[in-house]
C-alpha cells in the first residue's frame, strides 16, 4: 500500500480539482445538472481513483485504478474542451486547465511504467 496524501499524482490531482470547481462555478445556471457536474465528478474522480488505489493490495489492482484515474483525466479534457466551444470558458483558461491535465496525464503515465518495473 502507498500513502496517497504522499503522492504527487494525488497532490496534483487534488489542485487541478480546486482549479475546476472555481473555473465551473461560473458556468451558467442552467448547466447546473448537465456540464457542470459532468467536470466537477471527472476531475474529482481523478485524485479519488488514485487514492483508492493506494489502498489496495497489489500494485496489479494500483495499476487499475490509475487507469480509470487516467480515463477520467482524458474525459475531463473532453468535457472542458466542449465547455470553451459552447462559450463557457475562455481559450486561456482551457489551455491553462489542459495544461495541468496533461501533466497529470504523464505522471500517471509515468507512475505506471514504475510500478509495471517494480513488479517485474
Partial sequence: MHNFK??????????LAKSVYKVTANFPPNEKYGLTSQINRASVSIPSNIAEGAG???????????????GS??????????????????DSVLAELVTQLQKI????NGFKDRLRKEKS
Wanted: hydrophobic share 50%; proline share 0%; aromatic share 12%.
Fill in 105 to 108: 496525464q504523464k505522471m500517471i
Fill in 6 to 15: 504522499e503522492l504527487k499524482i494525488w497532490q496534483e490531482g487534488m489542485e
Fill in 56 to 70: 489496495r493490495n497489489s500494485d496489479k489492482e494500483f495499476l487499475q485504478y490509475l487507469n480509470i484515474a487516467l
Fill in 73 to 90: 483525466a482524458f474525459e475531463l479534457e473532453t468535457q472542458l474542451i466542449l465547455a470553451q466551444a459552447f462559450g463557457f470558458i475562455n
